[in-house]
């Protein structure tokens, strides 16, 4: 399956949260903790959802303490 890959960086409190609020909106995107210490998290989103993962993202910035929300160029891990 092809995806789209977003890096971010987060409050380490909140990937839980993140990873309960995507799962619920089931198959649009998977959440992989990258550095759980440092709060670095890399969504594998469904080409046809991105812009719905950006909106969410965008939506609860404030809650999970989003520092950087980017489209990445490549996978850190598979």
């Known amino acids: 399956m092809d995806t789209i890959t977003y890096r971010a960086v987060i409050d ?5 949260f993140l990873n309960s609020i995507i ?11 990258m550095d759980a210490p440092s ?3 890399e969504l ?8 719905l993962v950006n909106n ?3 939506d609860i910035a ?9 489209k990445a160029q490549y996978r850190l891990s598979s």
């Not at 404030?62 to 980017?70: M, T, V």
């Open 12 to 16: 380490k409190t909140q990937i839980g």
């Open 23 to 33: 799962e619920s909106y089931e198959g649009i995107a998977v959440v992989r903790t």
């Open 39 to 41: 709060g670095i998290v």
């Open 44 to 51: 594998w989103i469904s080409p046809a959802f991105e812009h």
């Open 56 to 58: 969410i993202m965008h």
């Open 62 to 70: 404030d809650e999970i303490g989003l520092q950087s929300f980017y």
